[in-house]
């Protein structure tokens, strides 16, 4: 059954954005232009995906109330250098820990570029083919090819762009008390493990289909190469060679000061009981960091893709993991971006009580990395979207502008109604005063406005057009819902 309340699927750039939907804000600065201009007009300039004409700027502040969002992490990065990173709000708001910039955040998909180095490490020093059968190289448990894959073989090349026709999206993560599964009994989904098992969805190589399960045989097939534990080797072979001695892939995080560990939240500002959920599949979703870490990485891989550093990877492996293969806005662990003549590569992260985003320029030496310990991402897009407006940052500014209009009364009392588009799916329109509602069957009612006489916008994320259709006696005969995922048309039944 469809939902007007569905998470946008903006192809890879704002899948985190539209998740779901009195803090008293510490500021915690980095020290480097801590009472600059700039990042002052970041702060008070919030600038939302959907902007309404007339409306007074929006700080973090009132929007880290609004979205209910304990805490949150910023860093930029311009000419190849962090140039300011800041905490906002709670670590911790039952134990008032504030967020600062050595605050660590479950950084949940955005292990999947980090991943993509490790795996193209081993790729480098020739003990991996890219275009080889995954079997080639798993040990302790083999991938079962059935009819689905129609006789073709999954490749690493595969499993890092999310090409292998895989199924497993993503994790739900264990609490801190729960049976942790082995690898092997993650990926045949056998108990304790609480995801099902991975296998083929239909033949590799015909499309990209996000599949955090083939990132998860990736990690297995590290584990069996180097015969090093995961986290070990990621550790001395990614990150400290790129300088991140904070972050970690340990699942639990053991050894770390519990005070710098991010306690997670609900949409709606509740703790995740246990502060934290705990990710046995590390390689796409177990990396804890927090984003002055990141544009540690960020950097890294910028100056190796214009060869003029290796601490992992080299040149020509660089531009390997940033060519898009099979599907132009997918790389090797990376989404690639091309927007206003500027290249990006990203990545975004969803973690039960964590969202995080990422992008990096190919050139010039920008990016910008946003971290919050909150289910509700749409708070991510709209720093990015200040930061970008502030520094011309081009290609990052996501947003659009809409303006109110007026609407007689006796006109939008055309538009109350029953809409439907399934026998299992309606929508009622109703008025009050001189506002528009719509409440989706077995949802929250939510208040559209007009841009012209028939046509009005949601002002909340997700945002949505909503047109309304008449004949040529004037009847309203339907309506028909726009996102940026779908287009579905409701007819009128009363």
């Known amino acids: 059954m469809f939902s007007l309340l569905i998470n946008s699927t903006m192809k890879n750039r704002l899948s985190i954005i539209f998740l779901t939907t009195g803090i008293l804000i510490q500021l915690c600065a980095s020290g480097q232009n801590n009472d600059s201009i700039e990042i002052k007009k970041v702060e008070t300039n919030l600038i939302p995906i959907l902007q309404i004409t007339g409306e007074p700027a929006i700080t973090i502040e009132e929007r880290m109330q609004y979205y209910h969002v304990q805490g949150l992490s910023i860093a930029v990065i311009k000419d190849f250098k962090l140039l300011w990173a800041k905490g906002f709000g709670w670590a911790d708001d039952s134990l008032k820990i504030p967020v600062t910039t050595k605050t660590l955040f479950q950084a949940a998909s955005i292990s999947k570029s980090f991943n993509a180095v490790g795996v193209l490490k081993l790729v480098q020093d020739k003990k991996l083919d890219l275009d080889g059968d995954i079997n080639n190289y798993l040990r302790t448990w083999k991938f079962p090819y059935d009819s689905l894959s129609k006789g073709k073989k999954i490749t690493i090349k595969n499993l890092l762009s999310h090409t292998g026709g895989l199924t497993v999206h993503g994790f739900d993560g264990y609490g801190r008390n729960d049976p942790l599964p082995a690898l ?28 955090g399960g083939g990132t998860t045989i990736s990690q297995m097939i590290v584990t069996d190469v180097t015969h090093e534990s995961y986290t070990d080797y990621m550790k001395k072979h990614v990150l400290l060679p790129m300088q991140m001695t904070q972050s970690t892939f340990a699942q639990p995080p053991i050894g770390i000061d519990t005070v710098l560990l991010s306690s997670g939240y609900y949409s709606d500002g509740k703790p995740i009981p246990g502060r934290y959920h705990i990710y046995p599949e590390e390689a796409p979703a177990g990396l804890w960091t927090n984003p002055t870490e990141l544009a540690k990485f960020i950097i890294e891989i910028q100056l190796a893709y214009q060869g003029k550093s290796e601490k992992v990877l080299n040149q020509k492996t660089t531009q390997l993991m940033l060519t898009p293969y099979i599907n132009n806005g997918v790389g090797l662990g990376v989404f690639i971006s091309d927007s206003a003549s500027t290249q990006y590569f ?14 990096g320029s190919f050139t010039g030496g920008n990016g910008i990395i946003v971290m919050a310990n909150t289910d509700n991402g749409a708070i991510l897009q709209e720093i990015i979207n200040s930061i970008a407006t502030v520094y011309g940052f081009k290609g990052l500014l996501f947003t659009s502008v809409k303006t109110i209009v007026k609407v007689d009364t006796s006109v939008l009392k055309k538009y109350t109604g029953i809409y439907k588009s399934s026998p299992d799916f309606t929508v009622n329109i109703t008025l009050d005063g001189n506002q528009l509602y719509v409440e989706p069957k077995g949802q929250d009612k939510f208040a559209i406005f007009p841009e012209s006489t028939n046509k009005f916008f949601r002002k909340q994320s997700p945002p949505i057009d909503i047109a309304f259709i008449s004949d040529d006696k004037g009847h309203v005969t339907s309506v028909i819902f726009n996102m940026h995922w779908r287009k579905i048309e409701m007819k009128r039944t009363e």
Not at 346 to 359: E, I, K, Q
């Open 184 to 211: 092997q009994q993650i990926l045949d989904g056998q108990k304790p493990a609480n995801s099902p098992p991975v296998r083929s969805m239909y033949e590799p190589g015909m499309k990209h289909e996000y599949s």
């Open 346 to 359: 990203s990545h975004s992260g969803s973690n039960l009580g964590f969202v995080s985003l990422y992008d």
